[in-house]
Each structure stands twice: as structure tokens, then as C-alpha cells.
């Protein structure tokens, strides 16, 4: 596996909180097996890099497919989120005035806003 290609997945670092041990988190969107962590936003990306590899290797030798750059990776479809309660209200209340589940709804509202 060439560095190129190793270098075309997106990833996203964010600081690590002093209880959570300090440095930089690094994890890769793709690959929800992957993460990696330095003292520096660059010893994360390093370090990244080398465990990404080391996971592509491994489902390579398994014979189990090799998420595409930016393909999300293994996205269940599902996620859990909270709002303030009056929030929660308008969007049931819209909901219900639409005849629909809050959950279509809110999926509609987000397919909308993310397609701009």
C-alpha cells in the first residue's frame, strides 16, 4: 500500500482533554477500527498514517474489503442524538401535523440541509 493512497482518506484529529491522557486523537471516517494518538497534531497524523496502514494490511490478508477514500466507511444508518426539549416538541408536533414519524421527518430535514 503506497503512502499516496494512504494519504487520499480523510481524517479528523481533535486535542485530547488532560484526563484523557493529553496530545492529539486522530481517526479516520473510513475505518471506524482506526485511531491513533501523539504528543502533536503531526505525531497524530504520523502515527495515523502507520495504523491505518497496519489495519488496510490486515483486511487485506483476511480477504475482507478496503473502504474507498471518502466512502464513510461502515455506516449503520443510525445515530443518537439530544435536543432541548422544545425542540422536541416543534418537531413532533410538525410531525404529527404532517402525518409522518418524527423520524422521517427529521430525515427529510437533513437530507434537505445536506444536499445544499
Not at 28 to 33: G, K, L, M, N, V
Not at 74 to 89: D, E, I, Q
Request: with cysteine.
Amino acid at each position: 500500500m503506497d503512502e499516496l493512497k494512504l494519504g487520499q482518506y480523510p481524517f479528523e484529529i481533535r486535542p485530547l482533554a488532560p484526563e484523557e491522557g493529553g496530545g492529539y486523537l486522530i481517526s479516520f471516517p473510513d475505518f471506524t477500527q482506526c485511531i491513533a494518538d501523539g504528543e502533536t497534531p503531526e505525531d497524530a497524523i504520523q502515527n495515523g498514517r502507520d495504523a491505518l496502514k497496519s489495519v488496510i494490511l490486515t483486511l487485506m490478508e483476511f480477504g475482507d474489503p478496503v473502504p474507498e477514500p471518502f466512502s464513510g466507511g461502515a455506516a449503520s444508518g443510525k445515530f443518537v442524538t439530544r435536543v432541548p426539549k422544545n425542540l422536541h416538541a416543534k418537531l413532533a408536533t410538525r410531525a404529527r401535523a404532517e402525518g409522518v414519524s418524527m423520524n422521517a421527518l427529521v430525515t427529510s430535514i437533513l437530507a434537505e440541509h445536506v444536499g445544499r
